[in-house]
């Protein structure tokens, strides 16, 4: 069972550079996020979809974009890549009938900006 | 609105001993309310939750939580740390109609032998 696939898994990006984080589920699931993870701030939520095609912003969109072609994908991307971009991220999906269910989680990607 | 308090950022025990990690939150309406954990270097796995059934539940590897709405809490229990529960615990809130979870900051839990 996949579940959630994040990559990459490790990624050193130049101040400016621009580069997608890919996640991927195989469990049908409506609802996907990506969170960022900082120390001492829990996971803040960048961008989430409750179903292809439909996107919105969460928490801390700023220098983020997504889109939401398929049920099974969920990008994000980095427009113009910064330090303050140095961080861990998950993505994650659940099942469309709500938020009562669990989160299933990516093994994060973890991204410096150099 | 909706918010998550993790009270401590860091508890040490000693292995065998109980382990008690809290968490409050503030919401308007009845929350569902998780405990997820996180090994060094992991993703997140959850280890329980609360939809408004029974008040004490049960989770994986021992651990159990409690809600009580009087006083907004929901934390986490363990009688007796082992090595490998040493991670870092996220109490997480959910609220009916939201499209996505609120973290709270995180407990890191060390086991000392």
């Known amino acids: 069972n996949a579940g959630v696939t994040q990559t990459p898994k490790f990624q050193v990006l130049k101040t400016g550079q621009s580069m997608t984080l890919q996640c991927a589920q195989d469990?049908?699931?409506?609802?996907m996020s990506w969170y960022r993870q900082d120390p001492g701030m829990g996971l803040r939520l960048i961008h989430y979809?409750?179903?292809?095609?439909?996107?919105d912003q969460g928490e801390v969109p700023n220098g983020y974009n997504v889109s939401r072609s398929t049920t099974e994908d969920f990008p994000l991307r980095l427009l113009s890549a910064a330090p303050s971009q140095t961080s861990v991220y998950f993505c994650?999906?659940?099942?469309?009938?709500?938020?009562?269910?669990?989160?299933?989680f990516g093994q994060g990607t973890r991204l410096t900006v150099v | 609105a909706q918010s998550v308090t993790q009270l401590d950022s860091h508890v040490s025990v000693s292995e065998g001993t109980p382990v008690l990690l809290r968490c409050n939150y503030s919401?308007?309406?009845?929350?569902?309310l998780f405990w997820y954990v996180q090994h060094p270097n992991k993703g997140l796995q959850l280890l329980l939750k609360?939809?408004?059934?029974?008040?004490l539940v049960k989770g994986i590897n021992g651990f159990e939580a409690e809600f009580k709405k009087s006083e907004t809490s929901f934390h986490l229990t363990k009688p007796s740390a082992h090595m490998s529960d040493a991670a870092e615990y996220f109490c997480?809130?959910?609220?009916?109609?939201?499209?996505?979870?609120?973290f709270g900051s995180g407990t890191r839990l060390q086991v000392q032998p």
């Open positions: 994650a999906s659940s099942y469309a009938t709500g938020m009562n269910t669990e989160a299933f």
């Open positions: 979809s409750v179903g292809a095609g439909i996107t």
């Open positions: 997480v809130v959910s609220l009916p109609g939201r499209r996505a979870l609120t």
């Open positions: 469990m049908n699931h409506e609802y």
């Open positions: 609360y939809t408004s059934a029974a008040t």
């Open positions: 919401s308007s309406y009845s929350p569902s």
